[in-house]
């Protein structure tokens, strides 16, 4: 059982529209992340909460630390945020890190 | 360039061979982390380091596994007798913990080395 999971695995989206990655935990955290990893490899760290919401352009993250559930929206989806989406924990001692298998979106022109 | 760097990008390697990386992280960025993704699959955390001392390592991280940082500054990850489940890609990350005890800081990411064991 992963500790992290995340919904849908895959997503195909038209440019333009509202997206929204589910990411669900089993553990107690100090942190979560969002990560972008782009064909070729290279992770981008999007966002990290502890609590309540952060908003950077057209990206929104979420989370509920009750519900153990967090959120990524992205407004007027284009096809440059194609790439997978990676939520990450960090547990709340600090000494481990468990991730979910990612959320690869497609955005089409 | 002042991000994140590994080296090598890419190595092949046979089974049985031993097998180093090097990551540079951002200067002056006290913890460096060490995490493992194979195809189709999220990182693994494998180990992270707060200056020079090891402050974790996963169970993932068997004995032909080590990893140092010996100044506090860049990080070897060496792999003794390679087998083929060891390939993957190898990720290093670095970050800013401003206080001792702070768990909420961005990590940045090395470009990987791939490694591939035939």
């Known amino acids: 059982k992963n500790e992290v999971e995340q919904s849908p695995q895959n997503l195909t989206a038209q440019e333009g529209e509202f997206i929204t990655i589910n990411c669900s935990y089993s553990v107690g955290i100090s942190a979560l992340h969002w990560l972008q990893q782009h064909p070729g490899g290279g992770i981008v760290s999007l966002f990290m909460l502890s609590s309540g919401k952060k908003k950077h352009g057209r990206l929104i993250a979420t989370i509920n630390i009750q519900e153990k559930h967090s959120s990524l929206h992205i407004t007027a989806s284009h096809p440059r945020d194609s790439a997978v989406y990676i939520c990450?924990?960090?547990?709340?001692?600090?000494?481990?890190?468990?991730f979910g298998t990612g959320t690869s979106l497609t955005v089409i022109p | 360039d002042t991000g994140v760097s590994q080296d090598p990008r890419h190595k092949i390697t046979k089974r049985g061979q031993n097998v180093t990386f090097r990551c540079d992280p951002i200067?002056?960025?006290?913890?460096l982390y060490w995490y493992r993704q194979t195809l189709g699959q999220g990182p693994e955390f494998l180990t992270y380091f707060q200056n020079e001392a090891q402050l974790e390592k996963s169970r993932l991280l068997s004995d032909r596994f080590s990893a140092e940082r010996p100044k506090g500054s860049f990080s070897t990850l060496e792999i003794q007798r390679t087998e083929q489940g060891d390939s993957a890609m190898y990720l290093c990350?670095?970050?800013?913990?401003?206080?001792?005890?702070?768990?909420?800081?961005?990590?940045?990411f090395g470009p990987g080395t791939r490694l591939l064991v035939l």
């Open positions: 200067s002056e960025h006290n913890r």
């Open positions: 990450a924990v960090r547990s709340e001692t600090g000494n481990q890190f468990y």
């Open positions: 990350a670095s970050s800013l913990a401003k206080l001792q005890g702070m768990l909420q800081e961005t990590q940045y």
